[in-house]
T-cell receptor, first 116, second 116 residues
C-alpha cells in the first residue's frame, strides 16, 4: 500500500505567488518524520524541511513551511513568494521507526513550474 | 551540511558487464547508507539498507545477487550491478545517515547508469 500520496502530478504558479503542494501519509507508528525534498533537473536531492510527529508547531525554513495536520495525516508544503528557480520536482517522504530501518518512503512527486 | 559524494556521476556499459558505484560520506561517519533507484519521471525506490560491517538488507523484489552492496567502512559503501542489462539503466542515488538518533539523511548527487 502506498504510504505517501501526492495527488498533484503537476502544478503551475506565477512568480511571487504562494503555492501549496499536497502530501498525505499512512502509518501506524507513533514516532515518524516527514520530509520534503526538491529535485531539480540535475537529479540531486535537496532537503527542504522536516517535521517530527511529536512536533507541535509547524516547521518553517525560510520560504518553506510545512502545514502539518496530524489527525488528517497530511503534511503539505507551502512555498511562499515563488521564484523561477523553484521549478523542479518536489517529493514528500516519511521516515518510520526501527522496523523500517529508518529508510525514507517517497511519494510519486509533484512537478512544479513557476512562470514569470 | 554534511557532504556525500558518488562516483561515477554517469556511466555507460555494455550488456553483460558489471559496474561499481561508490558512495562516500566526506565529513562524517555514516553508520547507515541507503541505495535508491529512480527511473525517469518516477519516484525514488529504496533498494537496500546497509549498516557498516553488516550484510545489506534488500527490499522485496531487489535481487541481492545482482545488486551487490558492500559497506566496509564508515565512509564508503559500494553498489555493484552485476551482469547489467538495459533494464538496469536508471538513476542510482545513495544517502547516508550518521545514526538512528538523527533524522537527516544526506543524499549523494546520483549516478546515471546506461546499459547498451
Amino acid at each position: 500500500a502506498q504510504k505517501i500520496t501526492q495527488t498533484q502530478p503537476g502544478m503551475f504558479v506565477q512568480e511571487k505567488e504562494a503555492v501549496t503542494l499536497d502530501c498525505t501519509y499512512d502509518t501506524s507508528d507513533q514516532s515518524y518524520g516527514l520530509f520534503w525534498y526538491k529535485q531539480p533537473s540535475s537529479g540531486e536531492m535537496i532537503f527542504l524541511i522536516y517535521q517530527g510527529s511529536y512536533d507541535e508547531q509547524n516547521a518553517t525554513e525560510g520560504r518553506y513551511s510545512l502545514n502539518f495536520q496530524k489527525a488528517r495525516k497530511s503534511a503539505n508544503l507551502v512555498i511562499s513568494a515563488s521564484q523561477l528557480g523553484d521549478s523542479a520536482m518536489y517529493f514528500c517522504a516519511m521516515r518510520e521507526g526501527p522496523d523500517s530501518g529508518y529508510a525514507l518512503n517517497f511519494g510519486k512527486g509533484t512537478s512544479l513550474l513557476v512562470t514569470p | 551540511g554534511a557532504v556525500v559524494s558518488q562516483h561515477p556521476s554517469w556511466v555507460i556499459c555494455k550488456s553483460g558487464t558489471s559496474v561499481k558505484i561508490e558512495c562516500r560520506s566526506l565529513d562524517f561517519q555514516a553508520t547507515t547508507m541507503f541505495w535508491y533507484r529512480q527511473f525517469p519521471k518516477q519516484s525514488l525506490m529504496l533498494m537496500a539498507t546497509s549498516n557498516e560491517g553488516s550484510k545489506a538488507t534488500y527490499e522485496q523484489g531487489v535481487e541481492k545477487d545482482k545488486f551487490l552492496i558492500n559497506h566496509a567502512s564508515l565512509t564508503l559503501s559500494t553498489l555493484t550491478v552485476t551482469s547489467a542489462h538495459p533494464e538496469d539503466s536508471s538513476f542510482y542515488i545513495c544517502s547516508a545517515s550518521a545514526g538512528t538518533g538523527t533524522y537527516e539523511q544526506y543524499f549523494g548527487p546520483g549516478t546515471r547508469l546506461t546499459v547498451t
